[in-house]
Each structure stands twice: as structure tokens, then as C-alpha cells.
């Protein structure tokens, strides 16, 4: 039951390091989005640190939206899932290691480039060990819940805002707990209570999301 | 249990649901429209509040119903999800946008209560917020169902999506909750006396009664043209189509 897990797991990171484009993509999209913001509001460094925790997570929630759409689609086309449905292996398991390698390729990297960015902004640097730490727990349970709408859209040709409408409102929990970490943090507060909610909110996310997934591919393809 | 397997079958809960509907209708109107006169015109002017606080006869109820029309729908949705049952997908169907009208109506109200109360249309309070939050799954349902093709498909993937929804509102409730609190705390539900005087509190629960009936007739309704438009195809609704 665990090789099938690592089977998956492996052939879809060797899939996203050998489109290694792709996922430069997701994380120049990120830094973009953090980089053109303060045009918009002006160089006050008062104000930009004050928005940082929201910026931060609205540029997270927006590639994890885009890059979302992209997590079944490729096996959708080609045949693979159907294999998947069809398998004696339990679905939700490939979903989980589905899901652990997209968050591997594209989720990481916002972890490892937000330091760099929040610097950018003027957040305190004492800050970024919690700021990392908020992106490292709540980043894996973007894509979980996500994907539970993109197994849903899989069958619609464009789905990209109708998945917005359907998993934003999901996120609002990670988003308050998310930007909640990082303002305390900012602030000089402890930030332990919202990091622990994340990390709740994750393991609740591994812990019944695959089976929603499950469901929602096998509903797709019927 | 024979009677439940009758209600399965979809030609003899068209035929009976019509009778239904209207036994709900009648006293749910009826109920409804004494509720909200009795509190707009009977009621004694609260003290604090003044006759503004009268909207609460139409707002309590409509955030009532916002709630209960998800969670049926969540339950619903268990229902198609486990057993299939067609009539728990059309249920949640036809649900989702009574559910959504009222949990605008509750949005819209609460506004014009704040407008006066608080001196502000909108706060980012945590009840406000969820509810906005509320009105945003609703609407994720209704676009899914609209978006995919195929009827039984869709249903389905309502139903999944309502149930995912349902475990998220409990978390999304009270994360919001955390995050910021203005929205007075609850009078009617409270445990022990209520904090409302009964003459205040009899027309907002008949109200809130009716509302509900209305809420079950209406989804009804709504229900019985889903399933014509679904079974568009099969004998006894060209024969119902025939008859009209």
C-alpha cells in the first residue's frame, strides 16, 4: 500500500523537475505580485509593512489557485487517473501523494522565497523564522483543501474562476490564522497560537481531505 | 419503512409533493405574516434600541434559515453521497438558492440595522463576516451545479461540495470569531431566561417558525421543477407536460 504512495509521489516530482519551467513560473508569479504592490500603494515603508501579512497570503492563495488547476489535469488527459480510479490501491492515498508532490514542487518554494520578499517589504528580520514557519504549515493545507475543488472542476474546460469561488472561502481559516502569525510576529507578539491552529488545520486536512479528493475524482469521472 | 420507499420513487413524490408544498405554505404565510406584524406593530419599542431594533423580525429569522438551509443541505448531501438517493440530490439542488436568498435577505437587514445602531453599513465583524463567508458557499454551490453539464453529475459534486463546506463552517465560524468580534452575542438561544421580554419574543418565533415552512415549501417547489426538468425525458412527465 506504501509503494503505490511513493510510486506516485516519485514519478510526479520527476515530472515537475524535468518541467522545470513550470515551476520558475509559479514562483515568479509570487515574487511579481509582491514586487508590484508597493507601486500601487506608495513607498511608505509604515504602510507596507502593516499589509505585508496580507499580501504576503492573498499572493500565496492566488498561485496556489493558479497552479491548482493544473495538479489533475495532465492525468486527466492522458488516462493516468482513470488507472488510478481503477486500481485495488486505495485513491486517497495516490490523492495524498498527488497532492505531497505538488506542494513539494510549488508550495516549498514559497516557503524558501518568502524571507527574501518580506525583507523586500521591511518586515523585521526577528519576524521571518515565524513567517516561514506560518507558510510551512499552512501552504500544504492550501493544496489539500484545493484540491478537493480541482478533483470537482476536473471534467470543465475552464475552471479557473469558478475554483476560485469554490475554494476561497474554504481558505478563509488559513488566511486569518496564516496573516494572524505573521502580524503578531511582526509586532513582537508570541505567535504560537496561530501557529498551532495551522498546524491542527493541517493535520485535519491529512487526515480526511484525501478522502474528499477520492470522492471528487470519482464523481468527475463517472 | 414502505412509505420512505415510495417517496424514492420520483413520479409519486411529484404527484404527492404538490399537497405538501401547499400544507407548508399556508401556515408558514400565515404564521409568518402575524410574526413580523406583530413585531413591527405590537411588539412594546425596545428602550435601548428604539423601533430600529424591529428588523430583527425579518433578520433573525433569514440568519436562522442560512444556517439551516446548509447544514439540511450537508445532510443531504451524506444522503446522495451514501445512498444515492435521487431525491436527496435534487433536494440540495433546489435548496441552495433559497438557502442563498436568505442568507442575502439576513446580510441586507443586518446592514440597515447597522446603519443606525453602529453608524456603519458594514463592519468586518466576525457573525457579519461569516455570514458573508455563508453566502459565498452557497453561491460556490449554485455556480458548481451550473457549471456541469450533466445533472446527476453535478448534483454529486454539490453534494461533496456542501458536505466539505458544512465541516469548514464550525472552523471558518469561529476563526472569524478570533479574529474579530462587534456583533452582539446571542439573546434568544442563550441558556436559562431569555434576555427579551416574551412579548417581544412570541411574534419573532412564529416568525421564525413561518419563515422556515416557508423555506420547506419553496424548496419543495423548486424541487418539484428540477425533477420535471431532469425527467424531462421519461413517460410520466411528458404525460404531467401533456396534461398542463
Known amino acids: 500500500m506504501l509503494s503505490v504512495f511513493w510510486a506516485v509521489l516519485r514519478r510526479d516530482l520527476l515530472l515537475a523537475f524535468r518541467q522545470r519551467g513550470v515551476l520558475v513560473h509559479h514562483l515568479l508569479f509570487f515574487v511579481l505580485v509582491v514586487a508590484l504592490f508597493p507601486l500601487g500603494t506608495g513607498a511608505d515603508a509604515a504602510i507596507l509593512v502593516t499589509v505585508s501579512p496580507a499580501l504576503i497570503w492573498m499572493a500565496v492563495l492566488l498561485a496556489a489557485l493558479l497552479s491548482l488547476q493544473r495538479l489533475f489535469k495532465p492525468d486527466y488527459e492522458d488516462g493516468t487517473l482513470e488507472q488510478y480510479v481503477l486500481s485495488p490501491e486505495p485513491l486517497a492515498l495516490i490523492a495524498l501523494a498527488k497532492v505531497l508532490a505538488y506542494w513539494l514542487a510549488s508550495g516549498l518554494i514559497f516557503v524558501l522565497a518568502s524571507p527574501l520578499l518580506v525583507l523586500l517589504l521591511g518586515v523585521p528580520a526577528s519576524a521571518v523564522p515565524v513567517i516561514m514557519a506560518s507558510l510551512l504549515l499552512g501552504t500544504p493545507t492550501l493544496g489539500l483543501v484545493g484540491a478537493i475543488g480541482t478533483a470537482l472542476t476536473l471534467s470543465l474546460p475552464r475552471a479557473g474562476l469558478l475554483l476560485s469561488l469554490l475554494i476561497f472561502p474554504l481558505y478563509v481559516p488559513i488566511l486569518i490564522f496564516g496573516a494572524g502569525a505573521m502580524r503578531a510576529a511582526i509586532a513582537g507578539l508570541p505567535a504560537a497560537g496561530a501557529l498551532y491552529l495551522l498546524g491542527a488545520l493541517l493535520v485535519l486536512g491529512i487526515t480526511t481531505a484525501p478522502f474528499a479528493i477520492a470522492a471528487a475524482l470519482k464523481i468527475s469521472l463517472e | ?244
Open chain 2, 1 to 244: 419503512m414502505l412509505w420512505l420507499h415510495r417517496f424514492g420513487s420520483l413520479p409519486y413524490f411529484y404527484r404527492v409533493s404538490r399537497p405538501i408544498a401547499i400544507a407548508l405554505a399556508v401556515p408558514g404565510v400565515l404564521l409568518a405574516a402575524y410574526g413580523v406584524y406583530g413585531g413591527l406593530v405590537n411588539a412594546p419599542v425596545d428602550y435601548q434600541q428604539g423601533d430600529a431594533f424591529r428588523i430583527l423580525y425579518i433578520h433573525v429569522p433569514s440568519a436562522w434559515l442560512s444556517l439551516f438551509g446548509y447544514t439540511s443541505m450537508a445532510i443531504a448531501g451524506v444522503v446522495a453521497l451514501v445512498w444515492r438517493l435521487k431525491l436527496a440530490e435534487i433536494f440540495l439542488v433546489a435548496a441552495a438558492p433559497v438557502g442563498a436568498s436568505f442568507t442575502f435577505l439576513a446580510l441586507v437587514t443586518g446592514a440597515i440595522w447597522g446603519k443606525p445602531m453602529w453608524g456603519t453599513w458594514w463592519v468586518w465583524d466576525a457573525r457579519l463576516t461569516s455570514e458573508l463567508i455563508l453566502l459565498f458557499l452557497y453561491l460556490g454551490v449554485i455556480a458548481l451545479h451550473n457549471a456541469i453539464e450533466s445533472p446527476r453529475t453535478a448534483a454529486r459534486a454539490c453534494a461533496l461540495l456542501s458536505v466539505v463546506g458544512v465541516i469548514n463552517v464550525p472552523i471558518i465560524h469561529y476563526s472569524v470569531e478570533w479574529w474579530n468580534t462587534l456583533h452582539q452575542g446571542p439573546t434568544v438561544t442563550r441558556f436559562g431566561r431569555p434576555a427579551m421580554e416574551m412579548d417581544m419574543l412570541w411574534p419573532l418565533l412564529c416568525a421564525a417558525l413561518g419563515f422556515t415552512l416557508m423555506f420547506g415549501w419553496l424548496t419543495l417547489w423548486n424541487m418539484r421543477a428540477q425533477l420535471l426538468w431532469r425527467e424531462r425525458r421519461s413517460r410520466w412527465a411528458k404525460k404531467v407536460f401533456s396534461d398542463a
